[in-house]
């Protein structure tokens, strides 16, 4: 029964109760509110998705587009984690497994096996492998890979299957391993990006078989060697010598040509450019581009191999191998291509 007030009562009603200030929000503001966190904070990603089932459901196509795996133990997590919730594996896009700066276990772990290599660490390499083969086969709707190392290598790629079938695919392989480019899991890939020293015939032959790929950047950071003899193998990425390959490779004049770029000191990616081009018969539909490496890259990259094969111990170091990595990792994780930092030059065919 309500009571009545009188004429002359003049008390103020009574306050409302409080409520969150998150139901007096829009739900998008509130989305972007607590997506703008998990940017700004990468610890805050368990806590944002620990707020309600609802925001979880919400959040998870968001919070995993991009994964960046830089340790076997982030790796174990993640494989773990696409085991027990399958939405999660479906929200992955983007998928960066490799080291991301030169502590990273990762980095020994993705080495060259050697004979001398302890049962201890023969074990958690072929536990990276398994734990790789099973993200992999998990995320089914990749876009975007980034593999380091000898998880590219041309003995283990080929055991990852078909389940993914990725449009971009980065190798970051200061390891110098023998790459398996033409394994099914790279059928639909059109867009390569190779880090490596040097491009072996294995390897060019490989990326000839790519039957989707029609843009190929090179990075080789070394001051030193042949243009020309590295232009020679590189052509064989576009070209074969022998009749039937060239013509079941041939491309008619109507489709788009090919892209190929040459990354390195200035230079050498010019003579390797234009050495290139002069190699190639007017038949090959290719634009020839050539950019400019950081000044300090190939330093910090051969500072890099140094370490991985313990030719030099890290307080002999001149510069930071990490910042080799992190250029590379940062490049992939936004997207931003060499071309609109340093600018690309073309080479006339």
């Given at each position: 029964m309500r009571r009545r007030t009188a004429p002359g009562d003049r008390r103020a009603p009574a306050p409302a109760p409080d409520v969150p200030a998150s139901r007096g929000m829009p739900t998008e503001l509130v989305q972007h509110i607590l997506l703008y966190s998990i940017e700004l904070d990468q610890m805050a990603v368990q806590r944002v998705l620990c707020v309600s089932r609802a925001w979880y459901r919400i959040l998870v196509p968001y919070v995993y587009t991009r994964v960046q795996l830089g340790s076997s133990e982030a790796l174990l997590c993640f494989a773990d984690l696409v085991r027990r919730k399958p939405e999660v594996a479906r929200a992955v896009r983007r998928l960066w497994i490799g080291p991301r700066?030169?502590?990273?276990?990762?980095?020994a772990l993705l080495s060259l096996p050697m004979p001398s290599d302890s049962d201890y660490v023969?074990?958690?390499r072929e536990q990276v492998y398994v734990q790789t083969r099973a993200v992999l086969r998990a995320c089914r709707r990749l876009d975007d890979v980034a593999l380091s190392g000898s998880l590219v290598a041309a003995d283990l790629v080929h055991s990852y299957g078909t389940a993914c079938q990725p449009r971009r695919l980065t190798s970051i392989n200061p390891h110098s391993f023998i790459s398996g480019f033409d394994a099914p899991i790279f059928r639909r890939v059109h867009t390569l990006t190779l880090c490596d020293v040097n491009l072996s015939l294995s390897e060019a032959r490989a990326i000839r078989q790519m039957p989707s790929l029609h843009t190929f950047y090179l990075t080789a950071p070394k001051n030193y060697g042949d243009p020309a003899k590295d232009?020679?193998?590189l052509r064989s990425t576009l070209t074969s010598d022998n009749l039937l390959d060239r013509l079941a490779h041939m491309r008619l004049e109507d489709?788009?040509?090919l892209r190929w770029c040459v990354r390195g000191p200035i230079e050498r990616a010019q003579r390797m450019a234009e050495s290139l081009a002069a190699l190639l018969d007017d038949d090959v539909l290719v634009q020839i581009d050539y950019e400019a490496l950081p000044p300090t890259f190939c330093d910090e990259w051969d500072a890099l191999r140094d370490r991985l094969?313990?030719?030099l111990d890290e307080e002999e170091a001149t510069c930071d191998p990490s910042e080799a990595l992190a250029f590379l990792e940062?490049?992939?994780?936004?997207s931003i291509p060499m071309r609109s930092l340093w600018g690309p030059a073309a080479i006339p065919r």
């Amino acid at each position: 029964m309500r009571r009545r007030t009188a004429p002359g009562d003049r008390r103020a009603p009574a306050p409302a109760p409080d409520v969150p200030a998150s139901r007096g929000m829009p739900t998008e503001l509130v989305q972007h509110i607590l997506l703008y966190s998990i940017e700004l904070d990468q610890m805050a990603v368990q806590r944002v998705l620990c707020v309600s089932r609802a925001w979880y459901r919400i959040l998870v196509p968001y919070v995993y587009t991009r994964v960046q795996l830089g340790s076997s133990e982030a790796l174990l997590c993640f494989a773990d984690l696409v085991r027990r919730k399958p939405e999660v594996a479906r929200a992955v896009r983007r998928l960066w497994i490799g080291p991301r700066h030169a502590r990273s276990d990762l980095l020994a772990l993705l080495s060259l096996p050697m004979p001398s290599d302890s049962d201890y660490v023969q074990q958690r390499r072929e536990q990276v492998y398994v734990q790789t083969r099973a993200v992999l086969r998990a995320c089914r709707r990749l876009d975007d890979v980034a593999l380091s190392g000898s998880l590219v290598a041309a003995d283990l790629v080929h055991s990852y299957g078909t389940a993914c079938q990725p449009r971009r695919l980065t190798s970051i392989n200061p390891h110098s391993f023998i790459s398996g480019f033409d394994a099914p899991i790279f059928r639909r890939v059109h867009t390569l990006t190779l880090c490596d020293v040097n491009l072996s015939l294995s390897e060019a032959r490989a990326i000839r078989q790519m039957p989707s790929l029609h843009t190929f950047y090179l990075t080789a950071p070394k001051n030193y060697g042949d243009p020309a003899k590295d232009a020679a193998i590189l052509r064989s990425t576009l070209t074969s010598d022998n009749l039937l390959d060239r013509l079941a490779h041939m491309r008619l004049e109507d489709t788009p040509p090919l892209r190929w770029c040459v990354r390195g000191p200035i230079e050498r990616a010019q003579r390797m450019a234009e050495s290139l081009a002069a190699l190639l018969d007017d038949d090959v539909l290719v634009q020839i581009d050539y950019e400019a490496l950081p000044p300090t890259f190939c330093d910090e990259w051969d500072a890099l191999r140094d370490r991985l094969f313990h030719a030099l111990d890290e307080e002999e170091a001149t510069c930071d191998p990490s910042e080799a990595l992190a250029f590379l990792e940062q490049e992939w994780r936004f997207s931003i291509p060499m071309r609109s930092l340093w600018g690309p030059a073309a080479i006339p065919r």
